[in-house]
Nanobody
Framework: QVKLVESGGGLVQAGGSLRLSCTAS????????VGWFRQAPGKEREFVAH???????YYTDSVKGRFTISRDNAKNTAYLQMNSLKPEDTAVYYC??????????????????WGQGTQVTVSL
């Protein structure tokens, strides 16, 4: 059974940084696209960033220039480096994987496997 495990969340002051990790098991990781989503209380889960199997990346506008997505296929791990964090970045962050056949990768239904999420809280 495929498993995705996120880590690296926590409490940070505004302007600070965190690096989230997403480690996959029982998955041919290098052949999959990886996405990061987040969900704040009372809101829908929203797209944050994705990195394709070929390392192409894409970000939602609100995180461009602050967040960087990367992957290390040898470690079956994807990362989300988050800098200049703002209180509005507070949410549970989820990683997910999608078939390399998927193209847009900004909607939750495009992803097959999900992690359990990691909480990120940004204080003033």
């Amino acid at each position: 059974q495929v498993k995705l495990v996120e880590s690296g969340g926590g409490l940070v002051q505004a302007g600070g940084s965190l690096r989230l990790s997403c480690t996959a098991s029982r998955l041919s990781f290098s052949n999959y696209n990886v996405g990061w989503f987040r969900q704040a209380p009372g809101k829908e889960r929203e797209f944050v960033a994705h990195i394709k199997f070929n390392a192409a990346t894409y970000y939602t506008d609100s995180v461009k220039g602050r967040f960087t997505i990367s992957r290390d296929n040898a470690k079956n791990t994807a990362y989300l480096q988050m800098n200049s964090l703002k209180p509005e970045d507070t949410a549970v962050y989820y990683c997910a994987t999608a078939s390399r056949a998927r193209v847009e990768l900004i909607r939750t239904y495009e992803y097959d496997y999900w992690g359990q999420g990691t909480q990120v809280t940004v204080s003033l």
